[in-house]
């Protein structure tokens, strides 16, 4: 069978400045591929797709796309018309009968907001927070009939369950086709087919997901004796990691086992855990903090109850839970930024945290870059000898030689979180708290800051919504579910991800099961009964008209074909009908 070509890309070049972003690129998208793009920031990974999407003409070459192609984007820019609701912007024109039935419909509500009632539909776009108009852009998109959905950093503003359940999804669509910009490695694994690597004005192209394309990418640079072995060094280790550290990516098919283990046969592991922990009890001594049953509230809101926790030196937890749940709050109550209502919070005597929170540090935009890290320290101290001078451990986090004298005001959002973190390291602290760290980072970024994560020898903390991060840096997982209690999560974020599923079918079922109504939601139901009372009786009447036509225009060969079809689509009409008003009338007998 052949495969249907959506869209082409013919010589295109493009540029902003000097340097071009794409140079005579030729490639193409077939109907049902997946394919993730991955690239430095500023590379030219949403130039490219903007080219694709026709927002961005290309300075030359062609776009070739074919004339019945159905195509969205969901660029990083959130936007709508003035005035228009989270219903206009989702659901269009269409009356409320074409979508409240609609199980896929339903789904996409249920997966990225929990479910769907008039009060979210009703909201103002505009009023909505960056990560609820994210999640109202992607519902657009996904009620939509699409041929092919190009996607530029879905996952910002998901929590890891969101972006579980979108990876999901996707794959359940198995006619659409995708192509998604994403620092996010663990989404790129799920729903990639084909990796695309933009850099230097090219695109290189590899087969299968993000750990099939780390492989094939050390493959490439032994193959071709690079000589930057640092950066292949960094690549071989993460490699390794892919191989002893997430079984769950060792099944891949398409990942050549032989080809893995040559690598990576003298590769020592990412973290030497027994150096690690001496190291850490040094610095630390056996206290780094514990609650005692503890009560922990933002403002009047009580987030958790009767909590005992304790962290030791060289512990590294990853903390996952639902928005809203405390995650947050918590570690500002580790850190004495936020009181214990109850019970007692126990700091040990040596602990000197560092806390990257998910807001920018404002500093003075005249400052280099190399002089704000500076202006803390010119050394840092990683433990077990070794040693980063402040010009090292910027480079280590992606500013070059010259990258460092850039001031601060001229960096972009993603550049300041790095400088940031980058200041934070240099104070030497023995305990490093992040919130979520990821944000703004490009994939080769962030696998230099997992590198130098490895060597840290203190106990850290991590909030992220980045699995395949959580994953890389951290031992131990607690989950926060909701229900104003802190889990060990054994098992991981996986774990989690089960709990959240089994207490939503328990929601689901309590809701089936307890009678529990409103007069608003009754008479909604009444009136919907009563107008699908009404279209179901014009449909009667319809449809004795069509009956009475064809037996008129029986000997009418053309006549008859159409009165035929009309009332085909009558009976569709009608049974379409009659299902809604059984759902309406059954919803209603519930609540009663």
């Not at 071709?224 to 099944?251: C, H, Q, Y």
Request: proline share 3%; with cysteine; charged share 25%.
């Amino acid at each position: 069978m052949a495969v249907k070509n959506l869209i082409n890309l013919e010589a295109v070049s493009k540029s902003f400045g000097i340097k071009p972003l794409l140079d005579n690129v030729s490639l193409g998208i077939n109907a049902a591929e997946r394919i993730g793009v991955v690239g430095r920031n500023g590379g030219g990974k949403s130039t490219l797709m903007k080219v694709l999407a026709g927002i961005e003409e290309p300075d030359s070459g062609r776009v070739a796309k074919g004339s019945s192609l159905s195509m969205g984007i969901l660029s990083q820019a959130d936007t709508a018309a003035a005035g228009a609701s989270v219903r206009d912007v989702v659901l269009g024109q269409k009356e409320k009968h074409e979508w409240a039935s609609s199980v896929d419909i339903r789904e996409i509500f249920t997966g990225l907001f929990g479910g769907f009632d008039d009060h979210l539909l009703d909201r103002d776009f505009h009023s909505l927070s960056g990560g609820e108009r994210r999640r109202v852009n992607l519902a657009k998109l996904l009620v939509a009939d699409l041929d092919l959905l190009l996607l530029d950093e879905p996952t910002n503003h998901l929590d890891v369950e969101g972006v579980a359940w979108l990876a999901a999804h996707i794959k359940s669509r198995v006619d659409l086709a995708v192509m998604v910009i994403t620092h996010d490695r663990w989404f790129l694994d799920e729903i990639s087919e084909q990796i695309w690597e933009v850099v230097d004005g090219e695109i290189k192209t590899y087969e299968g997901g993000y750990s099939a394309y780390v492989l094939s990418k050390a493959e490439r640079s032994r193959q071709m004796s690079v000589e930057d072995s640092k950066r292949n060094m960094l690549i071989r280790k993460e490699l390794a990691w892919l191989r002893r550290g997430a079984p769950a990516r060792t099944a891949k098919p398409k990942f050549r086992i032989e080809a893995a283990n040559t690598l990576i046969a003298n590769e020592p592991p990412p973290r030497n855990e027994a150096e690690l922990l001496n190291f850490a009890q040094n610095r630390l001594g056996n206290t780094v903090y514990e609650l005692h049953q503890a009560e922990i509230k933002a403002g009047d809101k009580e987030l958790l109850k009767d909590i005992y926790w304790n962290l030791g030196p060289g512990d590294r937890i990853g903390i996952v839970g639902v928005n809203g749940a405390g995650k947050t709050t918590l570690i500002r109550t580790l850190i004495g930024e936020n009181k214990v209502s109850a019970g007692k919070l126990v700091t040990g005597v040596t602990v000197k945290p560092a806390y990257l929170s998910q807001h920018l540090e404002e500093l003075d935009p005249t400052w280099r870059v190399l002089e704000a890290v500076e202006k803390i320290a010119n050394r840092v101290q990683l433990g077990n000898g070794k040693e980063l001078s402040a010009s090292q451990l910027c480079e280590r986090l992606g500013f070059s030689k010259d990258a460092q004298w850039t001031p601060v005001g001229d960096l972009s959002g993603g550049e300041r979180r790095r400088l940031q973190l980058t200041r934070l390291l240099m104070d030497s602290p023995n305990v490093l708290i992040l919130d979520e760290p990821t944000n703004d980072f490009d994939v080769e970024t962030l696998t230099a800051l997992e590198d130098l994560l490895d060597s840290f020898g203190g106990t850290m903390l991590v909030i992220s919504h980045d699995r395949y991060f959580l994953e890389r840096v951290c031992d131990r997982f607690v989950g926060l579910l909701g229900n104003k209690t802190l889990r060990d999560l054994p098992g991981g974020v996986e774990q989690y991800l089960q709990l959240r599923r089994s207490r939503g079918a328990e929601v689901v079922q309590q809701k089936s099961t307890s009678g529990v109504s409103t007069a608003a939601q009754q008479r909604d139901l009444k009136k919907e009964i009563t107008k699908l009372d009404r279209q179901i009786e014009k449909a009667d009447i319809e449809h004795a008209n069509l009956l009475g036509q064809q037996a008129e225009y029986a000997m009418e060969y053309e006549k008859l074909a159409e009165v035929s079809a009309a009332l085909s689509a009558n009976l569709a009409r009608k049974s379409e009908l009659e299902e809604q008003w059984l759902i309406a009338t059954s919803a209603l007998e519930e609540l009663n």
